[in-house]
């Protein structure tokens, strides 16, 4: 079946320093890729989706410039928290589809920020 | 934009019972509900689609049902195992002719031995 690898799965980090995490298709091309963001005990809020070599769309209140999105590839996007402060820190997952008949998204194990 | 509702927020129940989780949206009528099982520090995995023109789906041990009048999927487990302690979500497209999914707040499951 499907497979989404995320990489790191945590990461510690400094106020003010950037994380990236990566977000692979292992074993199809995924046309779109979404990013959520997960508080303890809530569910999933997207932030934005992302579609192969074009700019990502992002959600009503995520800050673009804070939240980098790439997508250069149909195996690979990547999120980049820019000059991270301790109220990002979140459970970051992203899930691909390969774009072909219902919406059904393949999700990676999620990557935990935690900014000191 | 979609609203969805999980109304249980924690459901207890004994092993070898059936589990129901109810889901409620409010706005349009989606072309598909689907359901998601997600355990602790994990990412959610995909479990059940149903469609609008189909009133009830099935795989192994789950049971989803679709009421496009009441707004309203049911998720069924049946003969449940501790090991189906999880929370389980449901989800639909945020909007008509978007692909991106919106999630319910989820139900969390735990089955008593």
């Known amino acids: 079946g499907a497979v989404v690898s995320q990489h790191p799965s945590w990461v510690i980090c400094k106020s003010g320093t950037s994380v990236k995490i990566e977000c692979r298709s292992l074993?199809?091309?995924?046309?779109?890729m979404f990013w959520y963001r997960q508080f303890p005990k809530q569910s999933l809020m997207l932030m934005a989706t992302s579609n192969e070599g074009s700019k990502a769309t992002y959600e009503q209140g995520v800050e673009k410039d804070k939240f980098l999105i790439n997508h250069a590839s149909l195996t690979l996007s990547t999120l980049t928290v820019t000059s991270a402060h301790p109220e990002d820190s979140s459970f970051y997952i992203c899930s691909a589809t390969s774009g072909t008949g219902a919406n059904v998204l393949t999700f990676g194990a999620g990557s935990r920020l935690t900014v000191l | 934009s979609q609203k969805i509702e999980q109304n249980s927020e924690a459901l207890n129940i004994q092993e070898g019972k059936t589990a129901t989780l109810t889901c409620n949206y409010t706005n349009y009528s989606p072309a598909y509900l689907q359901w998601y099982r997600q355990d602790p520090g994990r990412g959610p995995v995909f479990l059940l689609l149903?469609?609008?023109?189909?009133k009830e789906k099935r795989k192994e041990r789950l049971k989803v049902t679709f009421d496009t009048t009441l707004k309203q999927s049911l998720f069924h487990i049946t003969a449940s195992q501790p090991a189906d302690s999880a929370t389980y979500l449901c989800?639909?497209?945020?909007?008509?002719?978007?692909?991106?999914?919106?999630f319910g707040s989820g139900t969390r499951l735990q089955v008593q031995p």
């Open positions: 989800a639909l497209a945020m909007d008509t002719g978007r692909r991106a999914l919106t």
């Open positions: 149903i469609r609008e023109n189909e």
């Open positions: 074993d199809f091309q995924a046309t779109t």
